[in-house]
C-alpha cells in the first residue's frame, strides 16, 4: 500500500530524482532564484542536500527560532542567502508569517519591518526596518502545515514537492551507508514501504548492533501483518532446508494453512530484482548476541 502524497499546491513541480533536486538547489546558489520552497518526507536528506550546495555561508533559522529572533538573525545576515529549515511553529506565528511575505517579495531588495517597539532592539542597535537582497530556502516536511499560513508566497517562488521512489532514496542511501546486510534486506523489501526513508538502514542497523530481531522489527515498521513476519523468520532460519519444511512450520506455529504460508511468501518476493550494490565501505558483519 503507497501512502498519498500530501496535497500539492497549483504551482509545485514534483521532483523525483536526487539529481533533479541537486539542480535546483545549484540554481539557487547560482543566484538563480529568489525563492525556493522544498517540500518532502522526513528522512530524505533534504537539509544534508542543501548544506553539502550551501555550504556555510548562509543564514541558517531552524529548531526553536521564534519570529523576534528571526528578525535580529534576518538584520545580521542582511543580503545573505536564507535557509530557513522545518520551522513549524514560525508559521502559525503572525509576526513570522509578516516577516516572511515581507522577505520574499519578488523584488531584489526587500525592507522587513518589526511592527512593535522592543528594547531589545535598542539594546543591539538593530533598526525596526532595513531592507535586504536575501534570496530565500523554505525547506518543509508538510505542504498543509506550511500553506495553512503561508500561503501567500506560493505564487512568489518555485515550489519543490520531493516525491521520490523508495528505489531512489535506497540508492542515494548507498552512497554512505556501510552496512552491506542491512541495506540488502532493506532492498528486498522496498515495495513494502509506502513512505521511503533513509532511516529504515540506521533504524535497523541500529536494532541490529544492539542484538534484536531487526529484520522483523523493520518489517513491523513497515506494517507488515504478523503472518507475513512469521513466514521471513522461517524463511530466515536455516534449519528449514525447503519450502515445504518452512510451510509445515507454519501450520504447526498456528499461522494458518499450506496455501497461506505461499500466499505470504509471495508478499515478501521483490515486484522487481532489487539492487545490487556493493557499498564502498562495507562494515564487517559482526554477529550480536540476540537479547531475550
Same mark, same amino acid.
Given at each position: 500500500?503507497?501512502?498519498?502524497?500530501?496535497?500539492?499546491?497549483? =504551482?509545485?513541480?514534483?521532483?523525483? /530524482?536526487?539529481?533533479? +533536486?541537486?539542480? !535546483?538547489?545549484?540554481?539557487?546558489?547560482?543566484?538563480?532564484?529568489? +525563492? +525556493?520552497?522544498?517540500?518532502?518526507?522526513?528522512?530524505?536528506?533534504?537539509?544534508?542536500?542543501?548544506? /553539502?550546495?550551501?555550504?556555510?555561508?548562509?543564514?541558517?533559522?531552524? =529548531?526553536? /527560532? $521564534?519570529?523576534?529572533?528571526?528578525?535580529?538573525?534576518?538584520?545580521?545576515?542582511?543580503?545573505?542567502?536564507?535557509?530557513?529549515?522545518?520551522?513549524?511553529?514560525?508559521?502559525?506565528?503572525?509576526?513570522?508569517?509578516?516577516?516572511?511575505?515581507?522577505?520574499?517579495?519578488?523584488?531584489?531588495?526587500?525592507?522587513?519591518?518589526?511592527?512593535?517597539?522592543?528594547?531589545?532592539?535598542?539594546?543591539?542597535?538593530?533598526?525596526?526596518?532595513?531592507?535586504?537582497?536575501?534570496?530565500?530556502?523554505?525547506?518543509?516536511?508538510?505542504?498543509?502545515?506550511?500553506?495553512?499560513?503561508?500561503?501567500?508566497?506560493?505564487?512568489?517562488? %518555485?515550489?519543490?514537492?520531493?516525491?521520490?521512489?523508495?528505489?531512489?532514496? %535506497?540508492?542515494?542511501?548507498?552512497?554512505?551507508?556501510?552496512?552491506?546486510?542491512?541495506?540488502?534486506?532493506?532492498?528486498?523489501?522496498?515495495?513494502?514501504?509506502?513512505?521511503? =526513508?533513509?532511516?529504515?538502514?540506521?533504524?535497523?542497523?541500529?536494532?541490529?548492533?544492539?542484538? #534484536?530481531?531487526?529484520?522483523?522489527? +523493520?518489517?513491523?515498521?513497515?506494517?507488515?501483518?504478523?503472518? $507475513?513476519?512469521?513466514?521471513?523468520?522461517?524463511?530466515?532460519?536455516?534449519?528449514?532446508?525447503?519450502?515445504?519444511?518452512?510451510?509445515?512450520? #507454519?501450520?504447526?506455529?498456528?499461522?494458518?494453512?499450506?496455501?497461506? !504460508?505461499?500466499? %505470504?511468501?509471495?508478499?515478501?518476493?521483490?515486484?522487481?530484482?532489487?539492487?545490487?550494490?556493493?557499498?564502498?565501505?562495507?562494515?564487517?558483519?559482526?554477529?550480536?548476541?540476540?537479547?531475550?
Amino acid at each position: 500500500m503507497i501512502a498519498k502524497p500530501p496535497k500539492r499546491p497549483k =504551482s509545485g513541480v514534483v521532483v523525483r /530524482a536526487y539529481a533533479e +533536486l541537486d539542480q !535546483y538547489i545549484w540554481q539557487f546558489a547560482a543566484d538563480k532564484f529568489g +525563492l +525556493l520552497v522544498l517540500v518532502g518526507r522526513p528522512g530524505l536528506q533534504k537539509t544534508r542536500n542543501v548544506r /553539502a550546495v550551501l555550504g556555510s555561508e548562509v543564514c541558517w533559522i531552524e =529548531s526553536n /527560532a $521564534t519570529a523576534f529572533g528571526m528578525y535580529c538573525r534576518l538584520f545580521e545576515c542582511r543580503d545573505e542567502p536564507v535557509v530557513i529549515d522545518d520551522v513549524d511553529s514560525l508559521y502559525s506565528d503572525r509576526a513570522a508569517v509578516r516577516l516572511l511575505k515581507c522577505l520574499c517579495q519578488t523584488e531584489e531588495r526587500k525592507t522587513v519591518a518589526w511592527q512593535s517597539y522592543a528594547k531589545a532592539l535598542e539594546r543591539e542597535d538593530i533598526p525596526r526596518r532595513f531592507a535586504t537582497r536575501s534570496r530565500v530556502l523554505i525547506i518543509a516536511n508538510n505542504w498543509r502545515i506550511l500553506n495553512a499560513n503561508v500561503s501567500a508566497i506560493e505564487d512568489r517562488g %518555485h515550489v519543490l514537492l520531493f516525491e521520490p521512489s523508495a528505489l531512489e532514496v %535506497h540508492l542515494r542511501t548507498a552512497e554512505w551507508f556501510a552496512d552491506q546486510q542491512v541495506f540488502d534486506f532493506v532492498a528486498e523489501h522496498l515495495h513494502l514501504i509506502a513512505e521511503p =526513508s533513509m532511516r529504515h538502514c540506521v533504524m535497523g542497523l541500529e536494532l541490529k548492533e544492539a542484538g #534484536f530481531d531487526w529484520k522483523s522489527r +523493520l518489517l513491523e515498521r513497515w506494517q507488515v501483518d504478523s503472518k $507475513t513476519i512469521l513466514v521471513a523468520k522461517l524463511k530466515a532460519d536455516p534449519s528449514y532446508p525447503t519450502e515445504e519444511d518452512r510451510a509445515r512450520a #507454519f501450520v504447526q506455529a498456528g499461522g494458518g494453512c499450506r496455501a497461506t !504460508y505461499f500466499n %505470504h511468501a509471495r508478499k515478501l518476493r521483490p515486484i522487481v530484482d532489487p539492487p545490487r550494490i556493493v557499498l564502498k565501505n562495507p562494515m564487517p558483519d559482526v554477529s550480536v548476541p540476540r537479547n531475550t
